[in-house]
């Protein structure tokens, strides 16, 4: 197989990953043909013991480290510029967060690009969600029907520099909730006390409000039947604290800013 067909397909998914890193399109462009020069002169210095796509991060990484790796903040050639809530976070906290986060790599596979320990790898992911997490402080409405689950994600949530604007038990109160005090977040089980559901309440939230939904259940399967669109977060119970804690992190970071819907007119 050819260098062009090895590497082709994962080369769309590096220059996003370049372009978040510098915060421009060109630059990020520049890094990537730099990487790809490098390698079409010696295509031995791509690890053949690793995957393609860890090996081809792995050595613009080499690259990236060897040049100076300089942030660009100028807009890019369309005008757009640099998201700052990524920007803001520390080089290298910012390059472990987008490889586990946005490029879909595990923990053992950032490592190697990155070419530190898996532990070394966990707490600077660590603070990046830190960092996005107290600059992304929001009001979280808790839809739960067992007391002292609701209990450890206010505790979490609260943890976390975020307010809790109440605990709902049943689809009717979530709603209700969500009318009067609009959150910026939910945290959202599926099986609520009087056996409403905790999808419709959602829905009825997201018809009103524009706002990120994470699922905490334990029943994982109701919502990935593959029938209709899954939810983006999805988390099963019993849950480890620091996945909920990561979720609440990316949710925030990755969504656009909350904002409430207008309400529907009707013409007369």
Known sequence: MSFVETLGPHLPFLRRYA????????SGDAYVRASL??????PGRLEASLPDRVALYRFFHAIWDTTGARLDDRADADG??????LQALAPRPRQAFLLTSVEGFSTGEAATILDITPDA??????????????????????????PIIAADLEALVEELGHSVTGNATTRDEAVEMARANPPGLVLC?????????????????????DVPVIFI????????TGERP???????????????KAAIGQALFFHPRTQARPPETTAV
């Open 217 to 224: 259940t334990a029943f994982p399967e109701r919502l990935l």
């Open 230 to 244: 899954e939810p983006a977060y999805l988390i099963t119970k019993p849950f480890m604290p620091n996945n909920v």
């Open 121 to 146: 790898l966990n707490a600077l992911t660590a603070d990046a969600v830190r960092d996005i997490e107290s600059e992304l402080a929001t009001s979280v409405l808790v839809i739960e029907d067992e």
């Open 80 to 85: 757009e510029t640099h998201d700052a809530r």
């Open 189 to 209: 089980d599926i099986q609520l006390a009087d056996d409403s559901s905790g999808i419709d309440a959602a829905n009825d939230i997201l018809a009103m409000l």
């Open 37 to 42: 020069v490098a390698l079409a002169e010696d």
């Open 19 to 26: 372009r978040a890193l510098t915060g421009s399109q060109d």
